[in-house]
């Protein structure tokens, strides 16, 4: 039975994902700031050349571009209000409202999160400027004039190996291009790493999600069915028989919903499961109980409980502390942790022996549950007639619905998609202006539009290799720390790494950069042959 706690369980979730999100979404936005503002201050070297020798301070120049990417912050934040009220708010409460019945929700604005928001991108994008800036206005006017990026003069620790001097000049150039410019190949590869790890999170957030249920029931729980009957309505041991002549596999077990608390802590629901102590290893074929420490089959707790890892996690429960658990009248009775257990569905759950619970709770058991495996095509109306039939379900009812994330992945593949135009597409165009008279001279001399555009992209794809492989590693770590945000309340994700999530982020991101280059590629077309000093 749901209650308005169900509220405050959503709420914490949507908050958990706010957070991690956003701070994701801050370093997206250094990358693009920083690229943006990167390649609008090299574009202008000449003119910031030419206004150091008019007699422009350094400082004067940075405080324009930091007050250009201030309005471009203003502009942001305030389109960040709109929409944040306008498009996701009414997203999220269309999700959701369905799950309560609170009639109509009216939009908030919370005047204090959004100030330290703006506070927080104001500081992230003048930061950002200043990075990007800073070297740059300090330099000569003689050396900003020329327009060209003074190159290393010291060469490369691998020019004296053998194998990198048997490479063609053309591979050995274009190798030497990518090192010759570390901000570009950083920048690159950061664009992609930001891009994959957007992807990887979202993917193992919908799939982490998904997958619980299908862990538990896989691994832990293997029975197929749960009938449930009313024991004072009705006849136990009549359902066995018809389980019986049904030639359905069975096992019987109290599983009562019970209230518990830790010293000092508020009052939870539990499901507690009570098993015969000589029927432990029977209950194996239908209930795995994994102790966490040792990864295998807990021991027979007959002077104890065990408790599911999420309970454990959120009490700071381990072997040897002790529990509450609220008898029939009210009254608080103390239980004590013999281990801890591997659990992925949503609630609380406790396991001990008939006989601990008994003696402890100081009332006799119910076991009215019946755990059921094989076919049982037919036995719904066997039972649905009988006194003290109360339902007949198979798992689907505990199957987790990830639906609420979907808006989450395709907010997360458009920023990608714009991140990887703003970031690598920058990049990959001012590398092109930046060799244009390069890329000309090498037309003239004999190299096919091919060649000259393998010369450009060949590094392109070694930079976003490393960024799809990065963003991976990143992806897997933040993905992590998300999905520990989001489990709220008894919710258990499956938090280890997911290597089809990567599979899918880098597929995407692979189809992005493509999409990329092929734009950027298009320019070597147009280049001047007939006036290389015009490139």
Known sequence: MGDVRGVRTIVDGIYGLSYSMSIIFLLVAIIVCHAAISRMIDERRALIGAQKALGFQPGEILQHYMLYNALCALLGVSTGYVSSVVIVEILVLHIFSTDFLFGSIPLAFDLTSALIAAVICFAIFLAATYVACAKLVWLPATTLLRGEVPTRKKPYFFEKWTAYKKLSLYSRTMIKNVLSDPGRMMTTIMGVVGCIAL??????????????????????????NRLVVDSEEGSVDEFAGILDEEDVSWMLIQDKLKRFRVDGGSWENAHIVTVDADAFEELSDYMVLEDISTKSAAEIPENGLLVSRKCAEDNNLSAGDTIELMDSEGIAVEFQVVGVIEHYLAYNLFVTTTEYY?????????????????DIDGLYE?????????????????????????????ICLMLSAVLA????????????NRKARELAVMRINGYTPRETRAYVYKDNIILTILGLILGSGVGMLLSYIVIRILETGANRYVRTPNIPACLYACAIGAIFALIVNLIALRKIKTLNLTNVSGN
């Open 199 to 224: 992807l990887v999170i979202c993917f193992s957030l919908k799939q982490a999600i998904e997958n619980s249920s299908i862990v538990q029931f896989d691994q832990y729980f293997l029975y197929e």
């Open 358 to 374: 008994e003696a402890t709770m100081g009332e006799e058991t119910d076991e009215c549950v019946f755990l059921l495996k094989g």
């Open 382 to 410: 066997e039972v649905r007639d009988v006194d003290g039939f109360m339902s007949l379900k198979d798992n689907s009812e505990f199957e987790a619905d990830a639906d609420s994330i979907n808006l989450v992945i395709a």
């Open 421 to 432: 135009l703003l970031v690598l597409l920058n990049q990959i165009v001012m590398h092109i």
